[in-house]
Each structure stands twice: as C-alpha cells, then as structure tokens.
C-alpha cells in the first residue's frame, strides 16, 4: 500500500426528501447561483421546491442554466461572470454530473481573474473557489462529491479533466428518487462510467491495497446486481440508491488513496467525445472491453483472475488465463445486456480521426496499469471499430 | 437503505513518516494539550519526534500522561483541568483507542462548564471541543476517525459509550510502522474489535443496503487475512497497514449510513469490562462467536449465509443454515487461533455479577439485530462460561 491523504470533506444527505437542507446554504450568505441544464429539473419540480427553499431563506438566486452534456467553456466563462459581477457567494449544482462540472470551474473562475480556461488546462491556478453545492439527479460521475471536472473547448476538439481540492463540494444532496426519471440509455451509460471509475482504479500496480481492492469489487458486484434493476423498474428506490451511492464512492477519493495508478480509458474515451461529442458512457462501454484484451498478459492474468473471482463468482480453482477471459466476456456481456454499444461504428465512429486521437490520449498514458504508446492506443481504437 | 447524513471530516495522513504533518498543528493556535499513556511512544521515539515537530513549530506543549487501557472519567478530569487552566487550544492524543477516546472527552470537557461525567452519560451535552488531532499506535478502535468514545467510572462498575460530531478528530496521523511493536496478544485483540465493530453494523433488519454491505465484507476478508500474517511477521508493512486501514473505515460512519442497527455485543462486553477491567478486544471474541450461535434462527440464516459465502468463501449452493453453522464455526476457530480466549473463565469471570450485569447490558439490545431480553443476555453470558 502506498502513502496517501484521505480528505471527503462533502457532506451528503442521501435519501428521500433530503433537498430540506437547502435551507443550511443560508449560512454561507445571501446570493447564490443556480447552475442547471434543460428542463429536466423542471418538470421534475425539483427546480421549484429548490427556489422555494432558498427564497425561503431569504437568499437571492441567480441562474446559468442551459450547461450542456459535455459542458462547454463558454457556459463556464458565462457563469463566472454572473458570479463576479453580481458577487455571488456560492454555487448551487441541480443536475447530473455535467451540470456539477461546470459549477465546479465557475466556482473556481469566479475566484480568478483570468481566463476560466486557464483552470482547465492549469490545475494548480486553482488557488480558491466559491462554496459548491449539489443536488443530484443522475448517478454516474461522481462530481457530487470528488474534486474533478471535465470541460470542453469544441472549437479546438479539446476536452480535458482539471482538479483542485478547492472544487470538493461543501455539500451534495443525493436523494435517489431524482434518478427514478433518468432514461434506461443513460441509466446504462451512467453505469457504465461508474463501473469505469472502479476499473480505473482497480487495475493498479500497487500491491496489497486490499481494503480498496475489496471495496472496489464491492461496488462493481453492487453495479451489476442493480443496473438491471433500475432498468427494468425504473422506480426502484434500492436500486436506484445503491447506484447513486456507488457513484460517489468510485471516484471521491476511498478506492485510490494508497492504490494510485493513472487512468488509461478515460483519457482514450476524452478523444472520442471531443471529436465526437458522443455519450461518455457509450464511449467506456465500448473500450473498456477491448482495453482488457489488450492488457491481459500472463503478467496481468492474476489480476483479471482475481475481478472474474471476487466479482462473478467464477471458480478459484481454475486456470488464472481462463478465469480471465471469462471475467472480460462477462464484462462485455453485461454491458451488451444493458444495451450499450459495443462498436466506435454503432456510435458514428470510423477511422478518421484516429491518429490524432491517439496520439493526444496515449500523452496521458505512460504510467496507467500498462503502459500504452500511440501504436497501443491505436491498436485498441481499432480492435474498437 | 435508509435515508443517512455521511459526514466524516477527519482528513488522515497514512503512511510511513506522515507524522512530519504534526507541523500543521500550528495554525490551530500555539498551546497544545498531549495526551499519551505509559512509556511505549517513548521507548517507539514517536514521543521525541512529536515533541520535536511541535516545539519546532513554536507550539508549548502540556501534558496528561498515564491514561488506563480503560481510560478512567479521572483522568479526563485531570486533562480537562490543564486546558481550562492553561487556556490549551488544541488535544493531541498519541497512542491507541484508549489514549483518543480520553483525548476526546478532554476536549469537549474543557469546553463545558460542569463535570466531565455528564458528557459521558449526557452526550447531548457535548456542544464544543477543542480541536482533536491523533497519531495511532494500535489498529482497534477506529476512535481516530470517528466521533466516540469510551469512558470508565470503576467506583462505580460503569463504562459508557458517548458520542458527538464534535468529538471526530481534525486529522489523524496513521503510520503502520508504529504498530509494529505491538504484542501478538493486542494485535489479536485488536483485530477483534475492528471485526466486531464490523459485526455490529454487517448483521442490521436495513435491506437493499448492499454498497455497506459489501464493504462489511471486504474489510472481514482483509481482517481474516491479515491478522495471521502480522502475528506471524510484525514488521510486515501490508499487513498492518491493511488492519490500520481497516480499523478506521469499520467505524467511521461508511458502512452504518444507510444501514443503521443498534449493537448488541458492544454493549454486552462493555459489562464485562466495566465489572472486571478485561481487554475489550478479549470480550468481543468471547462473546461474538455465543451471540451468532444465540440468534441464528431460520429467519436470520440467509443473512449469516450471505456472510459465509461472501467472506469465507462458501459453498453457495449448499443450504442456508449450513452454510450459516459453517461461516460461525470458521469464526469461533479464527478467534481461537488467533491465540484470543474462548471463554469467560478463560479471563477469570464467573457468574458472580451476571445478573447486574445482564440487567444493564439488555436495556441497550431492544433494537439490535435480534432484540435482546435479560434473560437472552444471560442465556449468552452462561454459553460463554
């Protein structure tokens, strides 16, 4: 096990009702800004309930809605701006992790005073950051309660994640009946991002980090058992709970500290959804599979042994290969039966792009479980098509 | 899964050296209170380097040394005493649960202005504390990392649990290499007592919570096979540095959230230490295989059959209370070679107080698991003879 600081600040209220503490944003100050999406939140009547309990505080509201799926720096650049020139004292996140993303870097934007992308591509300029609040309604990146955002410059096909202690949220609402609306695509997808965040991690070579090779295993079972669940019975609280609390777990710090390893399929998928602009889910369902036959070794055998025990139940007792192979086809089976795509081609994907996509994400690649080159990556995104 | 608030603030240094962090005391103010307890963290050097690294940092350093493995409600008096006379500003306990559940108390005492006693029966009454900051030296108790804490009156036979969010420590220093020195019999009884604490929150009527669930699981199977290995090679950093871990996440908060049950054995044991001043850790191991045994019932076998399969890796086909005997046998048998007593005898207990302390044991087992009556915790107390 490595050294490591564990720090969760974020407090959660998780459960039903839970959007009554609102109300405690009161004592943070008086102007708030609510950074949302569509209408979602709108015909849910979480928008409503929310403005009632903080005008009921006596606070004022001011609002960046509109933030996009992959959210944009312009919508950043616009939400900060709100803050500075109304000297907003906090931000509120109602939404799905995108919505959380770009509340995050307005925070941090608002305490800076150049140019938000700066924070983007500059972590360490995050010096401060406005109070973060959220009210979730899509379990899947974690943001509720992590330090990372991920932001996109479409104009240059540039989408990069940034992270600052500054941007942990203060407080995070977690109350699974928002999730009981979410559509079986992007209850899948979602699933598949959580799933990813664990694999990511995970996959390490950081040796006899057990307790978080325990709970990593934990969490993935708990995906497995009620994704398909809550795809079939869209309004079931447990396993819509079980899902948001995953969520959080998989990505706030508790799986990586003293287990660290760079992550590999993040930063491939990153290529694909800023030339693309595909669902970042789809994009780790279809690597993530095609990434384990890469990696898989006789070196990396045991690994893959130990997912396809401790997580599918397959037999201890027989060849580490084989268990291996078997734990990577049930993981491209399950998310086959969540009805994820399995080609770049399902998604509009061909080749064009690849050399460049390549290139940029094996950058990032260097120190992940196993080292991936450009012709590596490539390889993959190939295997992918 | 029940609705929760999460909210564990303490931010922990774990590793070997981490203890160079000391130096961020500073900035909570120059008086510090340290709290230790006999001659071992002199005899480790931990007591010369935390002086170092305080004095170092301009900080005056009080003393309240000498605090009991069951830490005494005098004790906490004498403490109290120093910060309200020295205006300290800040507790930091050295040592293992015993040294922080004082530290504790400590410091909410010298924040209240009546007798320190009421804030161990009186919980509620604990509205402040000086900040608390900790450097374990025995995985056990978990107490650096969460908000109770444990105090005796032996005059008059009584040792209670109390608890507040005031009370969870700022930051805690965990280096594994401090419990090296630790003894075959405390490793063993330490164990006990991260795995019942474990246990307690495991074996709860909350269905459906399964993210807690599995990290139960996880951190049994990291107890199970770490535990024999640190008996048998002190110095092997993994393993101590999985139970250390393992010894804050079973009683920080992260698997009762969601998941609450009132402990049954705690309270059981507390008895036993209150009336005979015993190890707690040697209680808990007594005690738990004879609790399993006494509620086992058709209702709850599937539960201690999830338990079986899930930890001890059984025959998940086979029939449920089989499954559920054989997950007991294997857990009265890890106790016992782990060199822990079997019996009450074994620790010089007989039936002399059973009754009293029955009595006060069952008026906290109505809502466990399996409500407990006097006549259940005797029934248990008699199985242990």
């Not at 996959?203 to 079939?232: H, M, S, W």
Request: hydrophobic share 40%.
């Amino acid at each position: 096990m490595n050294n490591f600081t564990y720090s969760i600040p974020t407090k959660i209220y998780f459960g039903k009702g839970q959007i009554s503490h609102l109300t405690e944003l009161a004592s943070y100050g008086s102007k708030v800004l609510l950074v949302y999406g569509g209408g979602s939140i709108k015909k849910q009547g979480i928008y409503d309930e929310t403005l009632k309990l903080l005008s009921g505080s006596g606070m004022t509201v001011f609002e960046c809605s509109g933030v996009e799926p992959n959210p944009k720096i312009e919508t950043v650049r616009r939400g900060a701006e709100i803050c500075k020139s109304e000297q907003v004292e906090m931000v509120l996140a109602v939404g799905g992790g995108s919505v959380i993303d770009c509340a995050k870097v307005i925070a941090a934007a608002a305490r800076y005073d150049g140019d938000a992308w700066d924070l983007v591509i500059h972590p360490e300029r995050i010096q401060a950051a406005l109070p973060i609040f959220s009210v979730l309604t899509l379990s899947a990146t974690g943001s509720e309660m992590d330090k990372f955002a991920v932001i996109s410059d479409m104009s240059r096909h540039e989408k990069w994640g940034t992270a600052s202690e500054h941007m942990k949220p203060t407080m995070s609402v977690l109350d699974p009946t928002y999730t009981f609306s979410v559509s079986r695509r992007q209850t899948a997808a979602g699933t598949a991002d959580i799933m990813s965040h664990i694999f990511e991690t995970y996959f390490t070579n950081v040796e006899n980090a057990d307790v978080q090779a325990r709970f990593c295993e934990g969490l993935l079972k708990t995906c497995i058992k009620y994704a398909p669940v809550a795809l079939e019975q869209p309004d079931n609280y447990d396993a819509r709970a079980n899902l948001m609390w995953a969520s959080s777990m998989a990505i706030n710090g508790l799986l990586s500290g003293g287990a660290e390893v760079a992550w590999c399929v993040h930063p491939m998928e990153h290529e694909l959804s800023a030339f693309y602009d595909i669902t970042h889910g789809d994009g780790l369902a279809i690597l993530t599979p095609h990434w384990m036959d890469f990696v898989l070794s006789e070196k990396t055998a045991g690994k893959f042994a130990e997912y396809g025990v401790n997580v599918w139940g397959l037999d201890a007792d027989a060849d580490a290969m084989d268990i291996a192979k078997q734990a990577i086809a049930l993981t491209r089976d399950f998310f086959g039966r969540m009805g994820l795509p399995a080609t770049l081609r399902d998604v509009g994907i061909d080749e064009t792009h690849f050399d460049i996509m390549a290139q940029k994400a094996s950058a990032a690649c260097a120190n992940t479980y196993v080292p991936l080159s450009k012709q590596d990556v490539l390889a993959i995104f190939k295997a992918a098509l």
